[in-house]
């Protein structure tokens, strides 16, 4: 029996629009073990964790565990925790890092004012009231999807990729728990600017990393970027496809109008002042396969976006 992912490449299923939403991301390490649903079945306080993602989902943002690459030590008390937050939005994504000692200061965290933030210095100051040590981080961090309690693809194909980039990355690849589309593993979310990758291989991913050193977008494998909505990553995917901009944030996503419940209108506009309207709908894929190792066939849905004019 092959797997959702083989599947899912063989049918050759669309990636963009396919990432996960979040206009900000608050990033822990948390070792030992990770069930199905990390932030409540793992040695991180179940309370805290549910806390933590709710309050994230309800202010536009997503909460990840993460955890070391190699050997996995189920260390219940660890004497401190890695910690990162970042901002998404093009032309003010932001990384900040540190540790901190017990991962229920993050309690602490203005919710609201992440939501609200439009820059660099809107983080810092929400980080500071907090009273956490994050420091801005020039180096891009690259999580990869490896959870496989979500689903056995992620547990094979994304820990094997971990496993060939791991000494290339060293400390800016990171084990994490669940980016969705378990059926495009390997998977992973390069931060801070919040693009998402599947299918990747160890040069791609290797790739991934060094054009985001130097800020330039890395095509191949795109998903999508996490800041927008589903029908508006699939739109700035198909305006990168056809314009040729490679720099990390050169587009951006004005407006989404729905056409109808399956249909939307988007503008994407270039910071040299040139915009696209691109119309986005849903179309379900055939035949059926499954979304997840082990779970009934269905029949996903793809966003497939075309330029108007």
Same mark, same amino acid.
């Given at each position: 029996m092959t797997s959702c992912s083989d599947d899912s490449r063989e049918l050759g299923e669309p990636l963009a629009g396919t990432a996960p939403?979040?206009?900000?991301?608050?990033?822990?390490?948390?070792?030992?073990?990770?069930?199905?649903?990390?932030?409540?079945?793992?040695?991180?306080?179940?309370?805290?964790?549910?806390?933590?993602?709710?309050?994230?989902?309800?202010?536009?943002?997503r909460v990840a565990l993460v955890r070391r690459p190699r050997q996995h030590p189920d260390t219940r008390r660890p004497v401190s925790h890695r910690v990162w937050l970042a901002a998404t939005r093009p032309g003010a994504t932001r990384l900040l890092g540190g540790w901190?000692?017990?991962?229920?200061?993050l309690r602490g965290l203005d919710w609201a004012a992440l939501r609200a933030a439009r820059g660099g210095r809107d983080l810092d100051a929400v980080v500071a009231s907090a009273g956490l040590a994050l420091r801005p981080e020039p180096e891009p961090l690259l999580l990869v999807c490896t959870n496989g309690r979500r689903d056995v693809c992620c547990a094979q194909k994304g820990r094997q990729l971990v496993h060939d980039v791991r000494d290339d990355i060293l400390g800016r690849v990171w084990e994490t728990t669940h980016l969705g589309g378990h059926r495009f593993a390997p998977t992973a979310v390069l931060l801070p600017h919040g693009v998402v990758y599947g299918r990747l291989d160890d040069k791609a991913a290797l790739l991934l990393v060094e054009s985001a050193r130097a800020g330039r977008f890395h095509a191949d =494998?795109?998903? +999508? *970027?996490?800041?927008?909505?589903?029908?508006?990553?699939?739109?700035?995917?198909?305006? #990168?496809?056809? @314009?040729?901009?490679?720099?990390?944030?050169?587009?951006?996503?004005?407006?989404?109008?729905?056409?109808?419940?399956?249909?939307?209108?988007?503008?994407?506009? =270039?910071?040299? +002042? *040139?915009?696209?309207?691109?119309?986005?709908?849903?179309?379900?894929?055939?035949?059926? #396969?499954?979304? @997840?190792?082990?779970?009934?066939?269905?029949?996903?849905?793809?966003?497939?976006?075309?330029?108007?004019?």
């Open positions: 939403v979040a206009a900000w991301w608050l990033v822990v390490e948390q070792p030992g073990p990770w069930g199905a649903k990390a932030l409540t079945q793992s040695h991180l306080d179940p309370r805290l964790g549910a806390e933590l993602d709710a309050s994230a989902g309800e202010h536009g943002g901190i000692a017990d991962p229920s200061d =494998h795109y998903r +999508g *970027r996490s800041t927008f909505s589903r029908p508006a990553q699939a739109a700035e995917a198909a305006v #990168r496809r056809v @314009s040729g901009d490679t720099g990390l944030d050169d587009l951006d996503v004005a407006a989404v109008a729905p056409l109808d419940d399956a249909a939307w209108d988007a503008v994407v506009e =270039h910071r040299d +002042g *040139r915009t696209w309207t691109v119309q986005v709908r849903t179309e379900k894929q055939h035949p059926a #396969r499954p979304e @997840s190792c082990g779970k009934p066939a269905g029949t996903p849905v793809a966003y497939i976006a075309r330029l108007r004019g």
